[in-house]
Structures are given as C-alpha cells and as structure tokens.
C-alpha cells in the first residue's frame, strides 16, 4: 500500500450541473463533493438523477450547466477518455461484458498489457489471476470462463477490477451490492476501506440503508433531480435519511399478513439439472416461501430448470399435483408458472420498446380478440401498474431503456403481476428498487398470496427474507442445505447454512 503522500490526494467539486433529457428534467442544479479519503454515498429514490450525475462524471453525457473541478482544477469532459485521464472511474449498473470472450479479456479491453503484438490467453490470464488476487477476488472468478456464463456477481467484479487497474483517485460505485450476496459484500467492503485509506475520493450509489451505515463517512441526499443536503454518518439516523430521500416520513413500514396456506401448488422432488443436485421443496398456494443461499448456490438456476428454460437430469416437478415435463418456457407458463428474471436487461426487458408494451407483452393474448390487441385494456392494465408500483416514467410510451434502473426493475415485475400465474418465482424482486418501493412491492407479494398464488422469491437481502417469507430453503453448492419456518428463522442461522462448508476454510463469519 502506498503512503499517504505519495500520491496527491484529490477532491472531486461538482457545482450547479444540471441536465435534461427530451421532457425529463434529471438533474436541476446539484453540488456533490467527493472528498479524498472518504466515501460519500449518494443516495435517492428511483430516478432521483443518480446515475445521470455519475455519467456526467465520467463523460457519457454532457451537462446542460455546471462545473466540475478535481484537484482544484477545473476539467471538462467531451468524451469518456478525458474523464479517465483525470482519474475518474465509475463502475456502472449495468455492466457491459463481452458476452463470447474470457474474463481476462473483458478486463483487458482496450487496456491489453503488452499492447501492440499479439497478446497469449495465457499471459492475459495469468495477468487477470494477479489483478483478481490483488482487489481480494480470488476463487471468486475464474479468468477463463466466458463472459456470458458469468453471474450478475461475476459481472460486477471484472467491472471492479477493470476500472481498478488503472488505479484511479476518484471512484464511484453505482449500486454494485444489487447482485452480491453478503460474503461477496463483505470483501467488497474491504476493498473500499483500502481504497479509501489509500486516499482515494469514493462515490457510493446504493439504496440499502444498513450499507450506507457501513461503509461511508457521510451522505448525500438527491430528491427529483435536486440536492437535499448531506450529513456526516455519525450525526444522522436511517429514518433522516429516509425523510430526506422521500420528504416524509415512512411510517408505515411493510407488515406480514398472515393467510390461510392451501395444498400444494407447486412440488419438486429429487430435481437435478447440470447444476443443482436433489432438490425437493414445495410451495403451498397462499404461501411465500424464500429460497435464500449465496451468489452461485444455484437458485438462479433452480428458478430456471422450475420455469422450464433448464433441462431437467432426474427428479419431478408437481404442479397441483400433476407431474410435469417441460421442454420450454412456455410449457412452465401453459402450466401456470410465471418468472420474474433476474436480469432484466438480458432476459426480461425489450429496451427498445414502450413501458406500455413491455407490461403488456406477457398477456397480449388475454387483451387481444381476433388477432387485434386491445388498446385501451393495454393502457389500462399499464396505467393501473405504473401506479401501483409508482414506475417513474414521463408517459407510458416511455421506451424502457431510458427509465432509471430501479424503474426498469419495476417494470419487470408489473410484467409477471399482469399475468396473473399461480405459481409466481420472483428472482431478486427488490434489486436496485428504492425503500419506499421496496415496502410497496412487499404488499404486492404479500397480497398475492392472500389470493391463492404460491411464491417462490429468491433474495440475497436477508432482511428481505425474513420479513417476506412463511418457510426459507436455504440452498449451497447447489444442494438444500436446510429449511426454516418463519419463527425459527435468524439471520445467523440462514447464513449458516448458507456457508456451512466454507466456515472453516474462509472464516467470513464474524
Ligand atoms: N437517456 C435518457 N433519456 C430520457 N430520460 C432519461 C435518460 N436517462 C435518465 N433519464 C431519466 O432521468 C431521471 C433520472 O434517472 P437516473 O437514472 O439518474 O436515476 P437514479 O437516481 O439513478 O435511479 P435508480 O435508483 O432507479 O437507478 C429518470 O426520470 C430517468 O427516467
Ligand atoms: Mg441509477
């Protein structure tokens, strides 16, 4: 590690930028300071203008108005290059990975030590194990695999350390715990402790509060594109920054209803796919059972083999007690199931189309008569969900891709409520979603229940798990590890079998 003074700490000063997109207003005038040596969390509902103020500092968009100065210096960003060179970097949401080359080429990209000759896979991943060894990622990435096989987890570490290795002195973090489990948390924060210890000034979107408690110094609050204020983290509370982020108080926080729990709905027996190992659990109509376990235990994989776009090897799966075979997707929603995706870029959004039409897309067939989709039910049914979820949208002819992230998210699941499936797998419902909307999408599942649906949500916040679910399987290495009713259910005893194998060799357990 180097000393102090060695190299030159800087600040980063952000003054009066504001920035508007056609008929959206993102940013109105915000100041930010990101001190050297400390972290600074930024944080706001959905589309509070997070992510637009990141972008602006690193150059993807030009600002309407404003100055930005590091250092002291006043610096102007045409193009994503100059924000480099003056030693910004931003690990974005939603990472861009390669999809058809190895990890240690998607670190590399553009980057390629030994540039000019051809460069051996094997020297560019003998590079990469160095990098991933030296930013605590080891084991956790294999340099080899291909960047479509990553996980979302895998994804955002090779986004770290390609932004690390230029070793810039001004870093933001946008949201980069939505798609980590806490153990990958726990090395994330590490690596920012150095990072800041080392003098580097760091920005940190997220809209998990306990995290913000964790890992920053001080806060910054945005509200509709505007700054509210910023409060050392010593000095403040959850609930003033939950008041400054929604400018009121949430009083009522989500509250299980308890329902009747009927047969069941759903039922897998000795399941195996190339992935998962022996898994038999159930799901009873009315109930919410969890599925919790680490990045990589194989619930992703679990929800897809259930949602019939994984082949089964052996073992059945029930529903309402018929056994199934499913060749395809839409074999498991012909029978009932429906999934609401991890991923939404990749698996659930079309980008390129309205908001209207993507709540719309799964149920075309219910709004359509003769071959002629129904207008009006279409605006209708997006109408009632852009309100019940509150999707922060101009209009619902919107296109999705330039919703905020957390909105995206949002659409996604109105997608799923409008198609009103009995049996409903939720994969990461909450990602990237703010706290008002979190407790808003909570009620959501929780009525759902209340009317028949069997839900399986797979979550990696445990707060999360233990305030949604009747019954929480935790799965590991692909296998069930053990299963908990609400009342027996701790955090501790989940991440315990979670992890139990890994305990002793890793000791990431307090
Ligand atoms: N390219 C774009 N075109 C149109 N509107 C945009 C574009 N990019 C962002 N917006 C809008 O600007 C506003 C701020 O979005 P931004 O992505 O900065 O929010 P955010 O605070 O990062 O939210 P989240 O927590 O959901 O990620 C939103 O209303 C969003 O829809
Ligand atoms: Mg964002």
Known sequence: MTEPDEVPRVSLQARGIAKSFAGVRALAGVDLDLPAGKVTALMGENGAGKSTLLKILTGDYQPDAGTIEIGGRVVSFAEPSDSRAAGVRVIAQEPEIVPFVSVAENI??????????????RRLQDQARIDLARFGFDGLLDPRARGIDLSPAQRQMVEIVRALIDEPRVICFDEPTSSLSDTETTVLFRLIARLRDDGCAIG????????IFEVADQVTVLRDGQLIGTRTISDTSESEVVRMMVGRDLSAMFERTSHEVGEVALELAGVCTDDVTDISMSVRRGEIVALAGLVGAGRTELALAI????????????VGGVAQKFRSPADAIA?????A??????DALVMVRSVRDNIALAVLGRLSRFGFVNRRAERELAATYISQLRIRTPSMSQLVQNLSGGNQQKVVLARWLAKQTDILVLDEPTRGVDVGAKAEIYAIIDELAGKGVAVLVISSELPEVLGLADRIVVMQDGRVTGELTR???????ILTLAIADHLSSEGVLP
């Open 341 to 346: 995706p991890e991923e939404r870029k990749a």
């Open 335 to 339: 029978a009932g199931i429906g999934l």
């Open 307 to 318: 949602s019939g776009d994984r082949p089964i090897t052996s073992g059945t799966i029930k």
């Open 108 to 121: 590399y990209l553009g980057a390629l030590p030994g540039a000019g000759g051809a460069v051996s896979q």
């Open 204 to 211: 940190y979107v997220s809209h998990r509060l306990r995290e």
């Open 487 to 493: 009342a027996e259910a701790t955090e501790e005893r």
